[in-house]
């Protein structure tokens, strides 16, 4: 078993250097052809922008009532603090998560107060 493991290491080091080569170093490139190879992480799935971009960017955060009137809650200043923020004021409604509220987490950029949902 080990001395099959010893074969392949080389083998996959040299695949691994042949793909470094031929797309480069940067980040973009790199997520781009492993995306192309894996499928998109579900997070990228519809955006332009990497994982952790979408990660630590800011954005507004409107809730909507299972009687679908939207609440605009404010900017978190991340997507997980805006996750925070939607389950926070669904607690404090008193509703379930599966009442059937919605949320919907716009991306802020220099340019759009919504330029993406998320």
């Not at 940067?26 to 192309?36: C, G, P, T």
């Not at 799935?45 to 609440?71: H, I, M, W």
């Not at 900017?75 to 925070?84: E, F």
Request: charged letters at 20%.
């Amino acid at each position: 078993m080990i001395n099959r493991l010893l074969k392949i290491k080389p083998a996959g080091t040299v695949i691994m250097a042949v793909i470094m080569l031929t797309f480069g170093f940067s980040n973009s490139v790199r997520a781009d052809f492993f995306d192309f190879l894996f499928g998109a992480e579900p997070c990228k799935v519809g955006s332009k922008y990497t994982c952790d971009q979408l990660d630590r960017a800011k954005y507004n955060v409107y809730f909507y009532t299972p009687e679908d009137q939207e609440k605009y809650l404010g900017v978190a200043i991340n997507l997980a603090s805006a996750r925070i923020m939607s389950v926070q004021y669904a607690n404090q409604l008193g509703l379930k998560r599966d009442a059937g509220w919605q949320t919907v987490f716009c991306l802020k950029t220099n340019n759009s107060e919504c330029e993406e949902k998320h």
